[in-house]
């Protein structure tokens, strides 16, 4: 109603107690359901909005710009909205006739492509595997570690760390609990005849039975050879 009912100098939509502060109307503000607003004066500014390349933070992740090069985006080159003409290409920020040495041209983009997660080793090759942390080197999607939980098996590169598996505490395979304790891609392995090489058996081994009556057997002997002889 634009009137200061109680009287704490501020009316309506300054005042929190009125609800959800939006003063650019753009769903986001002081105590509004959708959340708070980095900039309550722009209406194209809050969460989730688009960023694009104008120095403003548009998405409020307090990041300004971000996903635009500005040494290789022909759209943005060197600086926010400098289009190269043509076929020129951007080049370490400024627009040329063609990529200096060691470049590719990527779409009129001069991209280092022994280096670049996004064209690694050519334009358009992403650098990307499944649970993995990568690296491009001399053009080569390399794989640096697994994540947690996670293991490289088979060796391959095109699934990354494909095996998931948490080794047990000591790292020893159990037998006969159908489990890859030791989380080599194996299920019980080595755990014939009651534990093998790295192998904990969760039975009672049988050579063991047999010491263990043989002992008995000996000295049951010895005690009926100590015996006295009936007369």
């Known amino acids: 109603d634009q009137i200061d009912n109680d009287c704490d100098q501020m009316t309506d939509l300054d005042d929190s107690e009125c609800g959800c502060v ?24 809050h969460p989730g909005a688009e960023e694009l390349c104008n120095g403003v933070d548009d998405n409020c992740d307090d990041q300004i710009d971000e996903g635009f090069d500005l040494q290789s985006d022909p759209d943005n080159c060197g600086q926010c909205q400098w289009d190269c003409r043509g076929e020129q290409v951007c080049d370490l920020g400024e627009c040329k006739d063609e990529c200096g040495s060691g470049r590719t041209n990527c779409e009129r983009a001069c991209i280092d492509t022994t280096s670049d997660m996004d064209n690694c080793g050519g334009c358009g090759l992403v650098c990307e595997l499944d649970h993995a942390a990568e ?40 037998c006969g609990n159908n489990q890859d304790d030791n989380c080599d891609g194996q299920v019980d392995e080595n755990c014939e005849g009651g534990g093998g090489c790295g192998c904990a058996s969760t039975k009672t081994s049988g050579g063991l039975v047999g010491l263990l009556l043989l002992g008995l057997l000996v000295i049951l002997r010895r ?5 006295p002889s009936a007369v």
């Open 223 to 227: 005690r009926s050879a100590n015996q």
């Open 22 to 45: 939006d003063h650019d109307r753009d769903g986001y503000g002081e105590n509004c359901p959708a959340g708070e607003d980095c900039d309550d004066t722009i209406a194209a500014v």
């Open 135 to 174: 690296k491009c080197t001399a053009g080569e999607c390399i794989l640096t570690v697994c994540e947690t939980g996670w293991l490289d098996i088979n060796g391959l590169l095109d699934d990354g760390c494909e095996y998931e598996c948490t080794p047990s505490a000591d790292g020893f395979e159990v």
